[in-house]
């Protein structure tokens, strides 16, 4: 069985229109887990989805699968 972890994130809706910033959080993002933990992943899969009261509030939560 694979060790994985997931991360949610709530990101602002704006942030589906405009690539470079999304790409720009996710870069981060990894960046930051990989750091924190010291471990590096096989590979890491994104899904993009409405939590709670995302609709409402003009966001949307990305979750980060990561395969250690």
């Known amino acids: ?17 405009n690539q470079e910033k999304l790409s720009n959080q996710i870069d981060n993002i990894i960046s930051f887990l990989s750091n924190r933990y010291s471990k590096s992943f096989k590979k890491a899969t994104f899904s993009i989805g409405y939590n709670r009261d995302d609709f409402f509030n003009g966001k949307f939560t990305l979750e980060i699968k990561f395969y250690l």
Do not use: G
Request: charged fraction near 35%; charge should be neutral.
């Open 1 to 17: 069985m694979e060790d994985t972890r997931k991360v949610y994130f709530s990101v602002n809706e704006s942030k589906l229109q």
